[in-house]
């Protein structure tokens, strides 16, 4: 069950959907809007740029992120919360995860997003499946590369005021 959105909460919902409209008139984006707010108050904000700046990553929500970051000086927002004017694709859902955020508002439902053409519940899909079973063709090193890469990881860790817990 969900809970219905806050007044100030379909404010910001409003807000990140006005920004995907906004897109609309800018060649080379795509409708989709995203913000983040701390304390109250807009920190970032973000629009689909993908095609204008050739950049699959360059997501709304990515995009809002980076601004936020950019403004903050700082990589976390545990305080923080996304609107996006539509629910995200994988790639931003992880990236609101790396970004620490506790909590994500928004419009269109993957499915909504589906039906105008976009990947979104595909990519879902895909990452469900083993390995072996997706469309992108994965492969691991060999024993001898993946050393390497593990000793330069080992010797990071070294250099951190706190032993790693690992995150199994």
């Not at 970051?69 to 694709?89: D, I």
């Not at 609101?96 to 039906?115: E, F, I, K, M």
Request: with cysteine; aromatic share 6%.
């Amino acid at each position: 069950m969900t809970t219905p959105l806050s007044k100030t909460d379909q404010l910001f919902l409003q807000r990140s959907i006005e920004v995907s409209r906004r897109a609309l008139c800018d060649e080379g984006k795509t409708p989709f809007g995203a913000i983040v707010v701390i304390d109250g108050e807009i920190v970032g904000e973000g629009t689909s740029s993908v095609v204008g700046l050739n950049d699959p990553t360059a997501h709304a929500e990515v995009m809002a992120l980076r601004d936020t970051g950019a403004k903050l000086g700082r990589h976390l927002f545990e305080n923080g919360v996304m609107y996006s004017s539509s629910e995200p694709c994988p790639m931003c859902l992880v990236a609101c995860y790396w970004a620490r955020l506790p909590r994500l508002v928004y419009g269109a439902t993957s499915q909504d997003v589906a039906n105008a053409g976009f990947e979104d519940l595909q990519l879902y899909r895909e990452l469900k499946l083993e390995r072996g079973e997706r469309n992108l063709r994965e492969a691991p090193a060999d024993q001898t590369l993946r050393k390497q890469a593990v000793d330069i990881l080992l010797e990071w860790t070294k250099g951190l005021p706190e032993p790693v817990v690992p995150k199994l």
